[in-house]
């Protein structure tokens, strides 16, 4: 009854495809007529504005009164990650960027670096190392200034925490505990101050950290006319 109700015979759609916010794939409507953008995990939904089924989402009408629409969610109430506008699963490894892997855990995601954070100190055949940004290559790389910028040999790379040898003293490492997450939900940044450098000076250390997905914006109310 519903699709007969809605879903004209033949279908009149726009020239031009709606354009999508990003993580919402254009889908066919639920009259399998036009494209339209599937709805995200807490948007409103209904027989025609359907779900992201790619995310394992459907139109839950279990809140919803009698006669509205309904709201997005997973279809067996599992808890997920939200992270730039793309949906993972509770449990799924992925990578945000080709410099990070991350793990969706019980409704919020930890991130791990992939990209060696070694430190290359002043050295007599290399008094100027520099890390810099190799094209076509994720991570960065260090090289030396005024070789012909030529990468560096791993086993040339000092390990993290070692003393720089232009220091005539030891340096005994020291640090402050990591911060709480800059952020109450979603992606931030945890802080401490430490002298693990190559000139054994105080400095401000930062690292991803997440507070939990945010809260899905309240639901759109149905317009009535």
Known sequence: ???????RRPCYCPWVPPRCPRGSPLVLDGCGCCKVCARRLGEPCDFLHVCDQSQGLVCDYSSAPAG??????????????????????????????????????DGGFTCIPLCQEDVRLPSPD?????????????????????????????????????????LRYPCPPWGTEWSACSATCGLGFASRVSNQN???????????????????????????G
């Open 1 to 7: 009854q519903v699709c007969a109700q809605l879903c």
């Open 68 to 105: 509205t629409g309904g709201t997005c969610n997973f279809e067996d109430d599992e808890e997920g990650c939200e992270v730039n506008g793309r949906l993972y699963r509770d449990g799924e490894v992925f990578q945000p960027s080709c410099k990070i892997q991350c793990h969706c855990l």
């Open 126 to 166: 290399c008094p100027f190392p520099r890390r810099v940004e190799i094209p076509g290559k994720c991570c960065p790389e260090w090289i030396c200034e005024g070789a012909q910028d030529q990468p560096l040999p791993r086993d040339a790379r000092a390990a993290p925490g070692a003393v720089s040898p232009l």
């Open 198 to 224: 190559r000139l054994c000076r105080l400095e401000t250390q930062r690292r991803l950290c997440s507070a939990g997905p945010c809260p899905a914006p309240p639901a759109a109310l149905p317009v009535s």
